[in-house]
Nanobody
């Protein structure tokens, strides 16, 4: 199984920003669609954003449109999620995942079932 590790979470005030990173270990992210997901306490995991192999196709949940930006730096083997204007309702564990079996081209919001290699997640807390 391919391994990815998230980082960059933390405590931020409402209106603040965080940049999450998803770094691959032992393989190249170049060839895969990558998704970001989040899960808040008591809620199901939901898709936040995805990027296709070239980075030319991205998708966002309505909750993040205009505030979140996904990008990939293949030279660093890392995918980022820049989150601006954070709200308390953005608080969750954020995870990145890899679609290793080509279930999606990121033409629609990422679905949990399309991704099979998951990181452990990074906690995002938005509070004053």
């Amino acid at each position: 199984q391919l391994q990815v590790v998230e980082s960059g979470g933390g405590l931020v005030q409402p209106g603040g920003s965080l940049r999450l990173s998803c770094a691959a270990s032992g393989f190249s992210l170049d060839y895969y669609v990558i998704g970001w997901f989040r899960q808040a306490p008591g809620k199901e995991r939901e898709g936040v954003s995805c990027t296709n192999i070239s980075g030319g196709s991205t998708n966002y949940a309505d909750s993040g449109k205009g505030r979140f930006t996904i990008s990939r730096d293949n030279a660093k083997n890392t995918v980022y999620l820049q989150m601006n204007s954070l709200k308390p309702e953005d608080a969750a564990i954020y995870s990145c995942a890899v679609d290793t079996t080509v279930q999606t081209m990121c033409w629609v919001l990422p679905q949990v079932t399309d991704f099979d290699s998951w990181g452990q997640g990074t906690q995002v807390t938005v509070s004053s």
